[in-house]
């Protein structure tokens, strides 16, 4: 029940195009998702998170879509780039719960 | 400058050595990870540290034993260990536990 399944494994998407990452989770008792971006050789750094009390957040290129009676939350990231190639990681999180639970990650890579 | 520091960031042991990792944040965060990555594989929480107390053992093997001597800095020492330990060991701290977290860049450990 504390798993958090992510998909794809891996993307590769043209210049321009869209990156969809998606995440599906069960305990329903989770009240933050965030999403953390890793390049090769760094850490994990935020990128962008949620809260269920809305269905989509943006923050310049990318989008979190959130359907809680799917319990399914999405990454989109719009005219993607070379740039963005990177490992992408799901994440969730209740209020009383000391950790995250992550996803498994999608590599993305964006060709020029 | 990720506000969270970590050394070294490559690590070649035997498995009888003696090693420590060390982890430093200069956020003023009161709650520190350790997390294991190795590839495929989703990000594993080790130990939990939430105001140099430790609050979370996920079921670690003796093998690695971490220590918290202040808020800022946080170690894990490792002995005798086995070649399926060889994984990129991040640290991470955050405000209080379950808040978002901030991430080092890793010390890659290879087990020979």
């Known amino acids: 029940q504390q798993q958090v399944k992510q998909s794809p494994q891996s993307l590769i998407v043209q210049k321009g195009g869209i990156s969809i990452i998606n995440c599906a989770y069960e305990?329903?008792?989770?009240?933050?998702f965030p999403w953390y971006q890793q390049f090769p050789g760094k850490g994990p750094a935020l990128l962008i998170a949620?809260?269920?009390?809305?269905s989509e957040k943006k923050e310049g290129r990318f989008t979190i879509s959130f359907n809680k009676s799917a319990k399914q939350f999405s990454l989109h990231i719009m005219d993607s780039q070379p740039g963005d190639s990177a490992t992408y990681f799901c994440?969730?999180?209740?209020?009383?719960?000391?950790?995250?639970?992550f996803g498994s990650g999608t590599q993305l890579t964006v060709l020029p | 400058e990720t506000g969270v520091t970590q050394t070294p960031r490559h690590l070649v042991m035997g498995m009888t050595n003696k090693k420590s990792l060390k982890c430093e944040q200069h956020?003023?965060?009161?709650?520190m990870y350790w997390y294991k990555q190795s590839a495929k594989k989703p990000l594993e929480l080790m130990f939990v540290y939430s105001l140099e107390e430790r609050v979370e053992n996920n079921s670690v093997p003796s093998r690695f034993s971490p220590e918290c001597p202040n808020s800022s800095h946080l170690f894990l020492h490792l002995h005798t260990l086995q070649p399926e330990d060889s994984a990129l060991y991040l640290c991470?701290?955050?405000?209080?536990?379950?808040?978002?977290?901030?991430f080092g860049d890793g010390t890659r450990l290879s087990i020979l």
């Open positions: 305990n329903t008792a989770f009240d933050y």
């Open positions: 949620i809260r269920p009390d809305v």
């Open positions: 994440a969730a999180n209740s209020g009383s719960a000391r950790q995250l639970t």
């Open positions: 991470a701290s955050s405000p209080e536990e379950g808040q978002p977290q901030h």
């Open positions: 956020l003023g965060h009161n709650a």
